[in-house]
């Protein structure tokens, strides 16, 4: 990802987010909500209010800049892979199940790799527009904006080079875990091991 | 470069019991070379926009058409509505972009020339200006959230020109079956970030210089009698 998309895509589509999003706090009732439970609040179970966008445009983007690092890719480790493997079958599998959905949106949307708490495993899922896995009450553990802003530049129409690229060269497995980590918190991963009498 | 809208015949492989064939689609010509509208809309925009994008939407659509008769020789109502969104968004995609080659015109070719005669009157009517309509389109596209279109139409019922956007590739019809398009305005990223970044309102005070108002009138007129 170049320097020039990430100046652009940072410096002023998110920044422009931001900066609505601080014009609709100066009258909006969800004032003091924290991002995240406005972005749920504000999704108003599809029926978005004037604040959805760009809280959960926003929200989103963090969350994808925090998704990448410097060296990203190969291989997450451990638990994560074990995970992964588990609901997917194979790492590979994963990532084409990945590429497969980013390339299936109509239009610009996201694609996400994230935890389904009520069924307590990894899926993967495309949204469109600014939509998270937030607001179907899922935990997102990486997203990447396939808005075509955030890859143009660089690929021009080449999606698929530039989803390759993310998952090789740039998605951070240390944040991923980070995340999971953060999950099991909230969602039980695994049977607790109850030794018989 | 003549304008070729071609639309070839295909056929499937007969059905036991009866014949069925497919009409298909193809990428029309732009009537203009790639580079004729600088410095409005750059080359390598239309290149790409051309043989790229809008070429997607035609081989999409032609695969969804398949689907669709397979489905609906089989009965298979369930997957004749499954494709639905796919018809309409490559669908869509091929017919807002055969519509937009029409709409641009290389200003030694009279782009940018302000229409005049019927249209000229109405948009004085509608608007109060031609200025005024421009500054209309220009802030509805730049609003536009995501993807989308800003369109010039004419309501054949009400009589009258009005401004419309269509969010992704959805045609104008979607908006109401009587409006007919006149002109439509592509503000997905792909029609302009090359050359504009994220700067969507500078492509459309731009883009003005090339636009084809002798179709537009050439239409109205149509549409109109």
Request: aromatic share 12%.
């Amino acid at each position: 990802m170049s320097k020039r998309t990430v100046e652009i895509h940072w410096g002023k589509h998110h920044n422009e987010h931001v900066e609505r999003l601080n014009k609709h706090l100066k009258t909006s009732a969800f004032y003091g909500h924290t991002l995240e439970e406005m972005v749920k609040a504000t999704y108003n179970n599809g029926s978005p209010l004037v604040e959805f966008n760009d809280s959960s445009s926003v929200w989103s983007h963090d969350f994808f800049w925090e998704s990448m690092q410097p060296n990203g890719g190969s291989m997450p480790k451990g638990g994560v892979l074990d995970q992964i493997k588990k609901d997917f079958g194979t790492f590979t599998n994963f990532k084409d199940e990945f590429t497969f959905a980013a390339l299936s949106i109509f239009g610009p949307g996201w694609v996400w790799l994230y935890l389904k708490k009520n069924e307590r495993k990894l899926a993967v899922a495309p949204t469109q527009n600014a939509i998270s896995p937030l607001v179907w009450g899922d935990i997102p553990i990486i997203g990447l904006d396939m808005w075509e802003h955030a890859y143009y530049l660089d690929y021009k129409d080449d999606r698929s080079a530039y989803v390759n690229n993310f998952l090789d060269h740039l998605v951070s497995w240390h944040s991923v875990m980070v995340r999971m980590m953060r999950a099991e918190a909230f969602v039980n991963l695994g049977e607790p091991k109850i030794p018989v009498a | 470069m003549a304008l070729r809208s071609v639309v070839s015949r295909k056929t499937l492989a007969p059905a036991l019991r009866h014949y069925r064939s497919l009409t298909t689609f193809t990428l029309p010509d732009l009537p203009y070379d790639y580079g004729a509208l600088e410095p409005a809309i750059s080359g390598e925009i239309m290149r790409l926009h051309h043989q790229k994008h809008h070429q997607t939407y035609v081989t999409n659509y032609n695969k969804a058409l398949e689907q669709l008769d397979a489905a609906v020789s089989k009965g298979d109502a369930k997957g004749v509505v499954q494709l639905q969104s796919a018809l309409k968004f490559n669908g869509g995609g091929h017919v807002n972009h055969s519509i937009f080659w029409q709409n641009l015109k290389p200003v030694s070719e009279g782009g940018g020339e302000p229409p005049h005669g019927a249209l000229g009157w109405a948009i004085d009517k509608d608007f109060g200006s031609l200025e005024a309509l421009v500054k209309k389109i220009n802030s509805e596209g730049a609003a536009l959230q995501g993807s989308g279109w800003v369109w010039l139409a004419l309501d054949k019922e009400q009589k009258i020109l009005k401004v419309e956007t269509t969010p992704n590739q959805d045609p104008l019809v979607t908006k109401g079956v009587s409006l007919v398009p006149l002109l439509g305005v592509d503000v997905w990223e792909h029609a302009y970030y090359l050359q504009y970044k994220n700067v969507r309102p500078d492509y459309l005070a731009n883009i003005w210089n090339v636009i084809n108002w002798k179709y537009a009138s050439e239409v109205y007129e149509k549409e109109s009698a």
